[in-house]
């Protein structure tokens, strides 16, 4: 079996740490939707007011892939209350993401050195973050994959990383 480079997802507590080091309405727009939503760096960067369905609370995502070539995938991203808020104060003003995706990774690297968080943090990571986040919430692998626009579920069950620490807490609660 080939070698699979094993993400380290933030703890809750680092992930907290995050949010805190965020000195701009617009560093927590971007460590908020990453961590709340699990969209990709692209999809971020790519956000317009068109792809927010504000009654429905959610985001339509045109996402990589699908069978037909770039950017074909669309599936439909929950959004948190506090994402909304970001979103509806920050479209307000401006009518599109005003970042690229290399000056994304560049903020999030520098908010995690000022959180003093020794993992290595990238957008990513705050995807993966958010995929096992959801999982130790118990919400469903399937959905989880829905979200996150797996079009397998062995691409989602990367995400079931869940230490013994977690199954022991698990089968205690649950037997």
């Known amino acids: 079996m080939a070698y699979q ?3 380290e997802p933030l703890t809750p507590v680092e992930a907290d ?3 805190q080091a965020c000195n701009s309405v617009q560093e927590k727009l971007i460590i908020w939707i990453l961590l709340d939503t699990g969209l990709r ?3 971020l960067c790519s956000l317009t007011p068109q792809n927010i369905l504000w009654q429905q ?3 339509r995502i045109s996402g990589k892939g699908g069978p037909y070539g770039k950017q074909t995938k669309k599936r439909v ?3 948190s209350n506090r994402v909304q808020s970001l979103l509806e104060h920050y479209f307000a003003i401006t009518d599109k993401f005003p970042i690229g995706p290399r000056q994304v990774q560049k903020i999030v690297k520098e908010i995690a050195n000022r959180a003093q968080i020794s993992k290595t943090v990238t957008p990513h990571i705050l995807r993966h973050t958010f995929a096992t986040l959801a999982l130790q919430k118990n919400i469903s692998l399937a959905s989880v994959q829905k979200i996150l626009g797996h079009d ?3 691409t989602t069950s990367i995400y079931l990383n869940f230490t013994d620490e977690h199954v022991v807490d698990e089968f ?3 037997w």
């Open 5 to 7: 480079f094993k993400r």
């Open 17 to 19: 740490k995050l949010y």
């Open 41 to 43: 760096v692209s999809e």
């Open 57 to 59: 609370k959610s985001i």
């Open 77 to 79: 991203v929950p959004m």
């Open 152 to 154: 397998r579920l062995a």
């Open 172 to 174: 205690t609660r649950k």
